[in-house]
């Protein structure tokens, strides 16, 4: 009978947590056509004074702007670049802070490693290479994107780029800077770390997060899925969505899958089924962002990943619990977004399972409680496994000046993990705080510093 009970509230929570999920993501998504739809008729009963615009951007000039190493601005899961969802903004207009920011559109469930590949093509042009051994392994296309002109191509180390990542954003930086150290892409063969001039997370997915095995990994091995899950139910959504290929919605939103050529059109009613069966397609191969994100995927990204001496270096570390009575709960009730309030508490008790090896040495419940509703806290402040990065906490900016590279400075933000995105009036005052500050950082503090000419070479 106690068992009847468990499995019928399993079902239920998955349940609720499956109407969130589709319920947030169909209002986000007739947010983004509602506003094109007003933005379209606004622009066909009121024609603008274009000889306005003409003259106020000549007025400014290009030169200063072109001047200024760009501030690359990369999404999270399930998140979207300028030009997806019409005119929403996936960072809730911050990219309007500055003169010269870039939101890259990557794949939005596609795994860490694709997504490093595609944002080094976006900035530099051509066509997105995956590499043929990793192609191969994975069962996609080696190519995919072909960008006719990079959104940066001077890109080299004589013009560095400052990277903002969200989420899971910030570990895809942290992948394609250690890709430019080994210099992985074919054709570019003098590419270094010092292409990244720096790195600033916000709630970044360092060390993976204990959320992925409520939501359907199995904590066995980080990889596998529970055979009734959100994540499944996910999967199912998602290969159905590719294999109808229907234009309109793809412009809109793509899960980024299009290498693998899962449209009807190339794969066929076969091809669906054996994807659903789970033998074939990105679910299949174990190369989507999810495996990346458990303790395991990320302990094993890690492995490869340095911090390097001449970028700098910033993460903002969120956090919605509090201990009472030395309890982890939720710190609130209305300041959780309802699509996190059910994980919050989830996480808060989580327990690793009694029966499974813990993901590494030294492993303890406690450090994993606290937690924003889709990472951990302690993930999120610095690179910590399987080794620890160089690190600062932080409480006012002023403590770290001047600031030195190699060193991961973090703060903790009290706030949910999509506190900064998709909408600026929930995030409130403290949405210009921060991303104010970071703007403020990138041009004013942050320079690569010079190498010292000894007197002979002054002379010559």
Not at 336 to 364: A, C, E, T
Request: overall charge negative; glycine content about 8%.
């Amino acid at each position: 009978m106690f068992r009847l009970w468990v499995v019928y509230l399993q079902f239920a929570e998955l349940f609720v947590s499956s109407m969130v999920h589709l319920l947030y993501g169909f209002y986000i998504f007739s947010t983004a056509v509602a506003g094109d739809l007003s933005q379209a008729l606004n622009d066909y009963f009121y024609k603008p004074n274009m000889n306005v615009e003409v003259k106020e951007e000549m007025s400014q000039g290009n030169s200063n702007v072109d001047d200024l190493p760009p501030i690359v601005l990369v999404h999270g899961i399930f998140g979207f670049g300028k030009g997806r969802l019409g005119s929403l903004s996936y960072f809730a207009g911050a990219e309007k802070k500055d003169e010269r920011v870039l939101v890259p559109d990557l794949g939005s469930l596609t795994s860490i490693y694709d997504r490093a590949r595609e944002l080094f093509y976006y900035l530099k042009g051509g066509q997105v290479d995956y590499g043929e051994e990793h192609s191969k392994a994975c069962g996609h296309s080696q190519f995919g994107r072909i960008y006719e002109t990079g959104h940066y191509p001077e890109w080299d180390e004589n013009h560095p780029i400052h990277f903002v990542g969200h989420s899971a954003g910030a570990q895809v930086v942290r992948v394609l800077q250690q890709m430019l150290a080994d210099k992985a892409f074919k054709g570019y063969e003098h590419t270094s770390e010092n292409w990244v001039l720096s790195i600033t997370s916000l709630s970044g997915a360092f060390n993976g997060t204990t959320r992925t095995y409520f939501d359907g990994m199995q904590p066995e091995d980080g990889r596998s899925l529970k055979p009734i899950s959100l994540l499944q139910l996910c999967r199912i959504g998602v290969i159905i969505y590719d294999w109808l290929d229907i234009p309109l919605l793809k412009n809109y939103y793509n899960f980024g899958f299009d290498h693998y050529n899962m449209s009807w059109r190339k794969m066929g009613i076969w091809g669906l089924v054996d994807c659903l069966l789970g033998n074939a397609g990105p679910f299949a191969s174990g190369d989507w962002i999810l495996p990346d994100l458990t303790i395991q995927g990320s302990i094993k990204l890690n492995y490869h990943l340095q911090t390097f001496p001449n970028t700098y270096y910033f993460s903002y570390a969120t956090k919605r619990t509090r201990k009472i009575m030395g309890i982890t709960v939720p710190s609130s009730i209305l300041g959780i977004h309802p699509l996190l309030f059910i994980r919050v508490l989830q996480m808060s008790l989580w327990r690793h399972p009694s029966d499974v090896s813990p993901p590494y040495k030294g492993y303890r419940d406690e450090d994993w409680q606290d937690n924003d509703g889709a990472l951990n806290t302690i993930s999120m402040t610095h690179p910590r496994l399987p080794i620890e990065h160089p690190s600062r906490f932080v409480e006012e900016d002023s403590d770290c000046q001047p600031l030195e590279p190699g060193i991961w400075y973090y703060k903790l933000v009290e706030g949910d993990h999509i506190l900064f995105i998709v909408n600026r009036k929930r995030a409130g005052v403290e949405f210009d705080v921060i991303y104010d500050s970071i703007f403020e950082r990138c041009r004013k503090h942050v320079f690569r510093k010079q190498p010292q000419m000894v007197p002979n070479e002054a002379h010559h």
